[in-house]
């Protein structure tokens, strides 16, 4: 039975279904819901008391399965590795929290990472722990998160971002195509040159990948070339829908995937982080209008202009 080195500060916790019926037991169901997990891990987390109701009471091996009910468990890992950024905080208030991200810090507990994540170091370092946050941003990719600080008024933050009243703006970088160098080199490229991509995206193999499919739109990103140095071109990207890897698949259906790109076109194979090579795409601006507060914020962090 393997020894875990590190555990997540805060409970997670899985709602039990009511459409599961062929269930009995709280650990039939943990077994087949995590199939990632090892039976005997579950086994031996409920064994050691790691596993309980909302009230605080513990699970064991035969307690039954519940509909409705919460059960709580702490992320566990073998190993845990370091990122060795830090996080920065840029605006702070009672409602909400904006920070830096560096590249390569997951934002909330993943994989192999429970306590190495921007909200739990977040959480520790202002101790609040109801931070979260209100939006995604890839392991890989660095910028500005908005985190909520406030249970009460966590929705509307939310709804920011799925009814579209937030601005939101990258910086990335990548390899002109050779008809855009040739264009460069022969003095006929003119800046800043737009593409607005329109398409349709799926799940792809492996089901963490992503793929332009046939279809109705789904996705809608407004890309610009806005300086050229050498052979490297920085782009300011502006994502109008929100699909996972939509900017990383839009700018490699252009013929320029980004730098230091792990995914895409070609999935990489799979190896420690390489802290020398972060992907170069970073969050560098969000504008809003505090749906609480009602402050008008425009947010932005130094991005690649020095490329």
């Known amino acids: 039975m393997p020894s875990f080195?590190?555990?997540?500060?805060?409970?997670?916790y899985v709602v039990l279904p009511e459409n599961?019926?062929?269930?009995?037991?709280?650990?039939?169901?943990?077994?087949?819901?995590f199939k990632q997990i090892p039976a005997d891990i579950w086994r031996q987390r409920i064994v050691e008391g790691k596993v309980h109701w909302r009230n605080g009471d513990l699970i064991d091996l035969e307690t039954a399965f519940v509909p409705r009910e919460r059960v709580y468990y702490y992320r566990e890992v073998i190993q845990e590795s370091l990122i060795p950024f830090t996080e920065r905080i840029l605006y702070q208030d009672e409602q909400i929290l904006i920070a830096y991200k560096p590249a390569f810090l997951a934002v909330n507990p993943s994989g192999q990472f429970v306590n190495e994540c921007l909200v739990n170091r977040l959480r520790n370092r202002i101790s609040c722990p109801d931070l979260i946050a209100t939006h995604r941003l890839d392991r890989a990719t660095s910028g500005l998160m908005l985190m909520s600080l406030n249970k009460a008024t966590r929705h509307d933050y939310h709804q920011l971002f799925k009814t579209g009243n937030i601005l939101?703006?990258?910086?990335a970088l990548a390899y002109l195509t050779p008809?855009?160098?040739?264009?460069?080199?022969?003095?006929?490229?003119?800046?800043?040159?737009?593409?607005s991509i329109k398409n349709r995206m799926g799940k792809s193999e492996p089901s963490f990948m992503m793929k332009i499919i046939e279809g109705e739109p789904n996705s809608h990103s407004i890309i610009s070339l806005i300086a050229v140095k050498g052979t490297v071109g920085l782009f300011l990207l502006k994502p109008i829908t929100g699909k996972t890897h939509q900017l990383r698949v839009h700018m490699a259906s252009l013929g320029m995937s980004l730098i230091h790109d792990t995914l895409y076109p070609n999935l990489q194979d799979k190896a420690p982080d390489n802290f020398t090579r972060p992907l170069k795409l970073m969050a560098k601006r969000l504008c809003f209008t505090d749906p609480i507060t009602h402050i008008k914020h425009d947010i932005s962090c130094e991005g690649f202009e020095g490329f």
């Open 179 to 195: 008809e855009l160098l040739n264009e460069y080199h022969n003095g006929r490229l003119v800046l800043p040159r737009h593409w």
């Open 20 to 33: 599961v019926t062929d269930k009995n037991t709280v650990l039939a169901f943990l077994v087949w819901h």
């Open 5 to 12: 080195s590190a555990r997540a500060s805060q409970a997670s």
């Open 168 to 171: 939101k703006e990258y910086h």
